[in-house]
């Protein structure tokens, strides 16, 4: 059975850096796509970061996000440095199909997804 356990959503200031974490059991991070994706309430979940073979960012996360991963741990992180309010958001780790070169951003096209981290930037 494939667990993804999300952790490191805080409330920070704008200007302000978290490190989110999501650690696998049931699956090895490095031998399928895995992902950050968030939700706004009312929107459907969209792709921060990929990691497959390459790294993939959204616009927004670009220059400021940071997606790794540890496989003697079995974790993926996202460093998110220069928050601000429109980061607001439910966090979630996504992990699907076997590892492409380049892991897509759409929700469809993963299939375990951990119980979500809460990310508030304050103004």
């Known amino acids: 059975q494939v667990q993804l356990m999300e952790s490191g959503g805080d409330s920070v200031q704008t200007g302000g850096s978290l490190r989110l974490s999501c650690t696998a059991s049931?699956?090895?991070?490095?031998?399928?796509?895995m992902a950050w994706f968030r939700q706004f309430p009312g929107k459907e979940r969209e792709g921060v970061a990929t990691?497959?073979?390459?790294?993939r960012y959204a616009d927004s996360a670009k220059g400021r996000f940071t997606i790794s991963r540890d496989d003697a741990k079995n974790t993926l992180y996202l460093q998110m440095n220069s928050l601000n309010p429109e980061d607001t958001s439910m966090y979630y780790c996504?992990?699907?199909?076997?590892?492409?070169?380049?892991?897509?951003?759409?929700?469809?096209?993963?299939?375990?997804w951990g119980q979500g981290t809460q990310v508030t930037v304050s103004s």
């Open positions: 996504a992990a699907g199909r076997p590892r492409l070169w380049s892991c897509p951003f759409t929700a469809r096209d993963y299939t375990y």
């Open positions: 049931g699956v090895a991070s490095n031998t399928v796509c």
């Open positions: 990691f497959g073979v390459m790294t």
